[in-house]
């Protein structure tokens, strides 16, 4: 199933809040894991790399749509849904 989350034009500061939101939305997510689901070194690990991943991918969109001068930018977001067998530990 795919779900349309995002389909239209903003001008870029919008589109910087719009992103930012999102973004915080997963930075958050795994923050609430490191303190509430995960047991070992290794899973806080790769949560703490993810957050570090996801702050800079979101500061390099905002400088990319910035650097371009321009007023307005396209924003288009799908979310891919699919069930799949439970996972094993």
Same mark, same amino acid.
């Given at each position: 199933? =795919? $779900?349309?989350?995002? &389909? *239209?034009?903003? %001008?870029?500061? #919008?589109?910087?809040?719009?992103? /930012? !939101?999102?973004?915080? /939305?997963? $930075? &958050?997510?795994?923050?609430?894991?490191?303190?509430?689901?995960? +047991? %070992? =070194?290794?899973? $806080?690990?790769?949560? #703490?790399?993810?957050? @570090?991943?996801? #702050?800079? %991918?979101?500061?390099?969109?905002?400088?990319? @749509?910035?650097?371009? *001068?321009? /007023? +307005? %930018?396209?924003?288009? !977001? +799908?979310?891919?849904?699919? /069930?799949?067998?439970?996972?094993?530990?």
């Amino acid at each position: 199933m =795919e $779900i349309k989350l995002i &389909d *239209g034009v903003f %001008t870029i500061e #919008e589109a910087e809040k719009l992103l /930012t !939101a999102i973004f915080q /939305t997963k $930075i &958050d997510f795994h923050e609430k894991k490191i303190k509430t689901i995960y +047991h %070992t =070194e290794e899973d $806080i690990e790769h949560s #703490e790399r993810r957050i @570090m991943q996801l #702050e800079e %991918t979101l500061r390099n969109a905002v400088r990319k @749509m910035k650097a371009k *001068g321009q /007023t +307005h %930018t396209s924003l288009n !977001a +799908h979310i891919e849904v699919n /069930t799949i067998e439970q996972l094993t530990p």
